[in-house]
């Protein structure tokens, strides 16, 4: 069988596995196991054959549905076109499958519906894949809508717990406004081209937008801008990771968003290529660094295990954007690379934060502590993943935060723009953020005194270390052979993403593509080194004087008291009387003095994110207004 229908066999190997799921694994426990693993591991090995063909000899894959080939010019079916920048995110979506499949059989077996469970979960695996390997928009869409759908079901899957059902409609609401967005975008465009092939779409769009191509391009951006959870655009996602089981936490934190960054990265560089006009980059940085800075800085403000790392996630999607809306090889290439370590890093993350919640029954900061004693597996393999969502060498999220710092500060000395400098500021200082707050996750879930009635918490079991073993080993060995990654993968997708005229002839044959596509510098060419003594000795004084500015500018609040009840009430462990009891430093704790310091920064978030549904969706509306008021003033 020729590689060709690999995509597509794959695609429908997960869609069929949910079926026989439905058919044979109704009452099987051992059926359903059987095929998901079988469903999510021939996947994988599809597109990992591909690899080579792919990614390392730099050919395209051109596959017509129904052998529906184009007609005069003009494509009629739908077409999968797998290029080395798809290729890149659907081995991270494969890898993502079968780890969570793998971790799935132990984690859920204590819940009822588990059919519905693998249903869903195969249903959701085989829409992202679909999506990074079509080449037809409306396809694309479709796979959309698949996703969209499956995500509500698997966020209200436990919906017995808290807020599962609420967090659900919350996704269904949002994540549907999205979608309408997305296809009043795509319709728009086929009334204009008459055509849905993006290939095509890039030949005919390249240098001639009109306004209404302009509407297009700013309706689909903030459709796919949700998917992505952007900021203001992240609003279900947080209530979504926290109740969720792990195993889908992770699914939606490595392939989910994945889904929506590769389809801005497509939209950007490939279909309506506007990568070199400056009022798209400025947008993109823009909304990049807001959801870098909000993200993390709600991140700390929480005592809930997942509902903290859900934040993290939303911002370092932040690092994404900003990367890949810089516009440069080296600031894709930071982009790219940060998006796989993400997958594997907050992946890893979630299925810690699954363990404990497994073996503790909670993942509530102030009950927990002391857990390192009893789960030593789970916290070595946490504290891997925080090293690496912190950025610290020589962990993979050091070595794409790096890249993300140079292309930022790059592009700020070639253009002479202050926004540049103040992005890469912003990166840095968001890195120093981060690590606090898995100072604080650390301190108040894995050392210092085990609770009582925690004093019998045992182990995970073995398919559940698995998992996190696997992804702990690629967040150190990605790291550590950079040069390794870069040449294999990221390269190749850079240089797919830059030379749109190979995308084109390769979908509609040699020739079509009337203009070659003008990059900044030749992809191919992209060899940066992040080993740099003196560009660490100005980071560390960039750091330095960061914290002498935090300590200098403190109000001096520690004895004060924040207004409310709650937890957000104990900001002190007093001792006293005859009886020595130990002190937990909890979620509420440890960085009580910044949250006083910055208490009308939160009181303005905690008021932004209010929960209503109806107020999220008018954030929604409104930054699409203001996308699309953007798009006419300054790219036409």
């Known amino acids: 069988m020729s590689y060709v229908h690999f995509p597509v066999i794959a695609v429908m190997t997960l869609f069929m596995g949910a079926f026989l799921t439905v058919v044979l694994g109704k009452h099987s ?80 077996e204590r819940d009822s519906s588990q059919e519905f469970y693998y249903v869903l979960f195969l249903m959701l695996s085989g829409s992202v894949l679909g999506l990074v390997l079509t080449g037809d928009v409306f396809n694309m869409f479709i796979m959309i809508e698949i996703m969209t759908f499956t995500a509500v079901g698997l966020t209200a899957f436990r919906n017995t717990g808290f807020g599962s059902v609420e967090a659900a409609f919350k ?6 406004i999205g979608s309408s967005f997305t296809l009043f975008g795509i319709a728009i465009l086929y009334g204009q081209c008459h055509t849905l092939n993006m290939a095509q779409l890039s030949a005919m769009l390249s240098g001639n937008h009109s306004p209404a191509t302009l509407m297009a391009f700013a309706l689909m951006f903030t459709g796919l801008a949700v998917k992505s959870y952007i900021v203001p655009f992240h609003t279900p996602a947080a209530d979504a990771y926290t109740t969720a089981p792990s195993s889908i936490s992770m699914v939606f934190s490595g392939m989910v968003n994945k889904a929506g960054v590769y389809g801005i990265i497509r939209l ?41 790392l859900a934040f993290h996630s939303i911002s370092q ?10 516009c440069t090889s080296l600031g894709l290439t930071g982009g790219l690379f940060h998006a796989m370590n993400h997958t594997l890093f907050k992946g890893l993350l979630f299925l810690c934060a699954g363990a404990v919640l497994r073996a503790t029954g909670t993942t509530n900061l102030d009950q927990l502590g002391g ?42 000395v070639t253009t002479g723009n202050f926004l540049y400098v103040f992005v890469t500021i912003v990166a840095l200082i968001v890195s120093v953020m981060t690590l606090a707050s898995f100072i604080k996750v650390t301190q108040a879930a894995f050392f210092g005194q085990l609770p009582e009635r925690l004093k019998d918490v045992e182990e995970v079991p073995f398919l559940m270390q698995l998992p996190m073993w696997i992804m702990s080993a690629l967040c150190v060995l990605s790291g550590v052979f950079y040069n390794f990654v870069d040449k294999y993968l990221l390269v190749p997708a850079v ?56 300590i200098l500018t403190s109000k ?12 957000d009430g104990k900001y002190a462990t007093f001792f006293s009387g005859e009886k020595a009891l130990p002190s937990h430093v909890g979620g509420s704790d440890l960085f009580w003095g910044f949250k006083t310091d910055w208490k009308g920064y939160f009181n303005i978030m905690e008021g932004l994110h209010s929960g209503v549904v109806n107020d999220y969706a008018l954030y929604v509306v409104a930054a699409a207004a203001i996308v699309v008021v953007f798009t006419f003033m300054f790219m036409r």
């Open 371 to 412: 857990l390192s004693k009893k789960m030593p597996a789970t916290t070595v393999c946490f504290l891997i993943g925080a090293f690496s969502i912190s950025g610290l060498p020589p962990f993979n999220g050091f070595a794409s935060k790096w890249l993300v710092y140079q292309a930022a500060y790059d592009k700020a």
């Open 171 to 176: 996704y269904l609401v949002i994540g549907s």
């Open 317 to 326: 999607i932040g690092y994404v954007i900003t990367a890949v809306g810089l």
């Open 495 to 550: 240089s797919a993403a830059l030379g749109v005229s190979r995308y084109i002839d390769s979908m509609m044959g040699s020739g079509y593509a009337a203009e070659k596509c003008v990059t900044d510098i030749q992809a191919s060419g992209v060899h940066f080194s992040y080993w740099n003594p003196m560009v660490w000795l100005a980071l560390f004084v960039i750091v330095l004087c960061a914290a002498c500015l935090c």
């Open 556 to 567: 001096g609040s520690r004895g004060e008291i924040l207004e409310g009840d709650g937890e």
């Open 268 to 308: 950007v560089y490939i279909i309506f290529r506007t990568m070199d006009i400056p009022a798209v980059q400025t947008l993109m940085v823009i909304f990049g660094a807001v959801t870098m800075f909000i993200g993390v800085t709600m991140a700390l403000a929480q005592h809930d295990f997942k509902r903290l």
């Open 29 to 108: 426990r051992a059926v359903r196991s059987f095929l998901a693993i079988a469903a999510s591991g021939i996947a994988f090995v599809l597109i990992a054959m591909l690899v080579k063909p792919v990614l390392i000899d730099g050919e395209i894959i051109s596959y017509w549905m129904g052998n529906w080939n184009p007609v005069n010019g003009y494509a009629i079916g739908i077409g999968y076109e797998v290029d080395q920048l798809g290729m890149f995110f659907a081995l991270l979506v494969v890898s993502t499958i079968l780890l969570s499949a793998v971790y799935s059989l132990r984690y859920i």
